[in-house]
């Protein structure tokens, strides 16, 4: 008997025990390599039972220009934005709008508040679950130290409204021109077609 592979345990684990997501729909992946299998078990979302542990808690009591209260923000964002955006939650891997979504342009902006984050230029095929960008657009994106259950990780939020958006890697060996992978829930995201950087759109709300 072939017994699967820890990511594939996972994965389907997700798809049994997560009440805040969509159920995964039918995925047979071919056989991770050791580079993909690594990237996944680095970046794994927020599980019951292990989400805690792959999500983020840390206080964020930085401050933003645009600022809501928790009330605000539901009334603005559906329940699963709110849980990723404001409470630092994580969506399942594969599931997400953008995840293959490879535009040649446009810019990606902050889902909360408009902001625009990620030119479309920016991303890259990861294989990792969720959208990847090699850089942000100067300014937009903030990092801070996440420290949960001691494990160094770097998160990533909007710089306008300190909305969640992931985590960033370094050094995993990608073909980019930085070495850093921005790992984003695609909910955290809206795409434009056109280029709000340049025409002045969506930087506050």
């Given at each position: 008997?072939?017994i699967?592979s820890?990511?594939?345990?996972?994965?389907?684990?997700y798809?049994?025990?997560?009440?805040?997501?969509?159920?995964?729909?039918?995925y047979?992946?071919?056989?991770?390599?050791?580079?993909?299998?690594g990237?996944?078990?680095?970046?794994?979302?927020?599980i019951?039972?292990?989400?805690?542990?792959?999500?983020?808690?840390?206080?964020?009591?930085?401050?933003?220009?645009?600022?809501?209260s928790?009330?605000?923000?539901?009334?603005v964002?559906?329940?699963?934005?709110?849980?990723?955006?404001?409470?630092k939650?994580t969506?399942?891997?594969?599931?997400?709008?953008?995840?293959k979504?490879?535009?040649s342009?446009?810019?990606?902006?902050?889902?909360?508040?408009?902001?625009p984050?990620?030119?479309?230029?920016?991303?890259?095929?990861?294989?990792?679950?969720?959208?990847?960008?090699?850089?942000?657009?100067?300014?937009?994106?903030?990092?801070?130290?996440?420290?949960?259950?001691?494990?160094?990780?770097?998160?990533?939020?909007?710089?306008?409204?300190?909305?969640?958006?992931?985590?960033?890697f370094?050094?995993?060996?990608?073909?980019?021109?930085?070495?850093?992978?921005?790992?984003?829930?695609?909910i955290?995201?809206k795409?434009?077609?056109g280029?709000?950087v340049q025409e002045?759109?969506g930087?506050k709300?």
């Open positions: 008997m072939r699967p820890f990511p594939t345990i996972i994965r389907t684990f798809a049994f025990s997560n009440t805040t997501t969509r159920a995964l729909p039918h047979q992946p071919k056989a991770l390599l050791p580079f993909a299998r990237t996944i078990l680095k970046s794994m979302p927020t019951p039972f292990l989400g805690s542990l792959f999500s983020s808690s840390s206080k964020d009591m930085t401050s933003y220009p645009v600022q809501k928790d009330d605000e923000w539901q009334a964002l559906n329940k699963e934005q709110f849980r990723v955006l404001r409470e939650g969506e399942a891997p594969y599931t997400g709008e953008y995840d979504h490879m535009p342009a446009g810019v990606y902006t902050c889902a909360a508040c408009q902001a984050l990620y030119q479309a230029t920016h991303k890259f095929k990861s294989g990792c679950g969720w959208p990847a960008y090699f850089d942000s657009i100067p300014g937009a994106v903030t990092r801070h130290t996440d420290r949960t259950f001691g494990m160094a990780r770097t998160e990533i939020v909007c710089s306008n409204c300190g909305g969640h958006l992931g985590h960033v370094k050094g995993e060996g990608y073909p980019t021109p930085t070495d850093e992978r921005h790992c984003v829930n695609s955290s995201l795409f434009a077609e280029d709000p002045g759109k930087s709300v």
